[in-house]
């Protein structure tokens, strides 16, 4: 069965630090690119980020709204992605979706999707 | 790329069809033919799930009930007869560039 589970989330202070992590099975982990997405409650979804796989580097890309203070990293021997989140803001916080790119050719999807973990950022 | 979900709910009855509108603030017709649209369903207290891949191709397990069409800006996710467990949110994806960008989501209610 492919598969996506994320951990890590919990209650944080604002201006603090939080790493969630990611794992994966039942697919060729190496080979495919990672995406974070977010949703805070009652809301829609919000791309954080991605990694790409070895073959493009690792080469790594985040939303505007993230960029400088969270980091996407990987490591392929244990099928894990991970997100490390510094200077947390209040408005970072929502569930946390870790998300395979697919691709196929030049066709491509998002599949699976992990269950998500909560990150609240609150004093 | 904004992208612009219509309506913001739709209260369907079983049986009849429904139909989401989805328009994006820039083409998304790469070179290559295809239009990097997708389709996600999210059902309650659950993690989103591809739908339509590329503005019309159903991804594997989908009924075909679903259909997607469109190219360019403007496209239409269509459940030809709706079901009980249809009930979500559905959202509209644009995959031609960073940042992804999705639309704010279609509600989709039982009456």
């Known amino acids: 069965e492919v598969k996506l589970v994320e951990s890590g989330g919990s209650l944080v202070q604002p201006g603090g630090s939080l790493k969630l992590s990611c794992a994966a099975s039942?697919?060729?982990?190496?080979?495919?690119?990672m995406h974070w997405v977010r949703q805070a409650s009652g809301k829609g979804l919000e791309w954080v980020g991605r990694?790409?796989?070895?073959?493009?580097?690792?080469?790594?890309a985040y939303a505007a709204s993230t960029k400088g203070r969270f980091t996407i990293s990987r490591d392929d021997s244990k099928n894990m992605v991970y997100l490390q989140m510094n200077s947390l803001k209040t408005e970072d916080t929502a569930v946390y979706y870790c998300?395979?790119?697919?691709?196929?050719?030049?066709?491509?999807?998002?599949?699976?999707w992990g269950q998500g973990t909560l990150v609240t950022v609150s004093s | 790329i904004v992208m612009t979900q219509s309506p913001l709910s739709l209260p369907v009855t079983p049986g009849e069809p429904a139909s989401i509108s989805c328009r994006s603030s820039?083409?998304?017709?790469?070179?290559?033919?295809?239009?990097?649209l997708h389709w996600y369903m999210q059902k309650p207290g659950q993690s989103p799930q591809v739908l339509i891949y590329?503005?019309?191709n159903r991804a594997s397990g989908v009924p075909d009930r679903f259909s997607g069409s469109g190219s360019g800006t403007d496209f239409t996710l269509k459940i030809r007869r709706v079901e009980a467990e249809d009930v979500g949110v559905y959202y509209c994806?644009?995959?031609?560039?960073?940042?992804?960008?999705f639309g704010g989501g279609t509600t989709v209610e039982i009456k």
């Open positions: 820039q083409s998304l017709l790469h070179s290559n033919g295809y239009s990097y």
């Open positions: 039942g697919f060729t982990f190496s080979g495919s690119a």
């Open positions: 590329l503005g019309s």
């Open positions: 990694i790409k796989n070895r073959g493009n580097d690792y080469a790594t």
């Open positions: 994806m644009q995959a031609l560039q960073l940042p992804l960008t």
């Open positions: 998300t395979r790119h697919l691709i196929v050719g030049a066709m491509d999807w998002f599949d699976p």
